[in-house]
C-alpha cells in the first residue's frame, strides 16, 4: 500500500514562491510518474504538472515557465518549485502516482493561498 504525503503550502503574496514536497510510502514511486493536481475554490480538480519515472515532465498550459516538477528516487520524494505565484494559483495542491493506465495513490492536499 502506498501513502502520499504532501506538505510545503501556505500563504504567500503574489509574485512569490513555495517548494511543495510529495513523500511516499512503499516500492511503487520510482516505478510511477508522478503528477500534481490542484483544485481551486468552487473549480473542478485540474492537472498541473506531470514526471515520468524517467525525468520526463510536462506541464499544464497555465505554468507558463513558473513551475518545475522533480523527483528524488532515493528519498521516494518528488517536488513542486513555484515561483512567481499568482491570486489564482490558490488552490488545494494534490500529489498522485500514476502507473500509464491509472492512479495508484492520492495525497490528502497541501493548501496554497496567494494573497496579500
Known amino acids: 500500500q502506498v501513502q502520499l504525503v504532501e506538505s510545503g503550502g501556505g500563504l504567500v503574496q503574489p509574485g512569490g514562491s513555495l517548494r511543495l514536497s510529495c513523500a511516499a510510502s512503499?516500492?511503487?514511486?520510482?516505478?510511477?510518474?508522478v503528477r500534481w493536481h490542484r483544485q481551486p475554490p468552487g473549480k473542478q480538480r485540474e492537472l498541473v504538472a506531470s514526471i515520468s519515472s524517467g525525468g520526463n515532465t510536462m506541464y499544464g498550459d497555465f505554468v507558463k515557465g513558473r513551475f518545475t516538477i522533480s523527483r528524488d528516487n532515493a528519498k521516494n520524494t518528488a517536488y513542486l518549485q513555484m515561483n512567481s505565484l499568482k491570486p489564482e494559483d490558490t488552490a488545494v495542491y494534490y500529489c498522485?502516482?500514476?502507473?500509464?493506465?491509472?492512479?495508484?495513490?492520492w495525497g490528502q492536499g497541501t493548501q496554497v493561498t496567494v494573497s496579500t
Open positions: 512503499g516500492t511503487l514511486f520510482s516505478n510511477s510518474a
Open positions: 498522485s502516482l500514476f502507473n500509464g493506465v491509472a492512479y495508484v495513490a
